[in-house]
């Protein structure tokens, strides 16, 4: 499955906890809790630290996707340099 956490922040959240056996992949983006933004990672409302906390088991066998409607490389730099702060002791 692959889980991703703008749109899951939009949708009817869920447990996580109910379909993490399932997750092999994450799409990555943030968004304002109402609209499909696809926003650079920290420029939204999504609180991806308590989302990688959740995930912290499966962090290393994840297929990670940044997920923008453009292709911006200081967008794509900053969110993994946001992520690389937020993820617990990964990789």
Do not use: A, W
Not at 37 to 51: A, D, T, W, Y
Not at 58 to 84: A, H, P, W
């Amino acid at each position: 499955m692959l889980f991703d956490i703008g749109h899951y922040q939009l949708g009817v959240r869920k447990n996580l906890e109910d379909f993490i056996d399932f997750i092999i992949g994450i799409h990555i983006h943030d968004n304002d809790g109402e609209n499909d933004l696809h926003l650079e990672v920290g420029k939204g409302i999504i609180e991806f630290k308590e989302i990688f906390s959740q995930l912290y088991t499966k962090l290393n066998d994840l297929i990670f996707v940044l997920e923008y409607r453009t292709i911006d490389f200081e967008m794509i730099n900053s969110s993994v340099k946001y992520i690389n702060v937020v993820i617990p002791c990964h990789r």
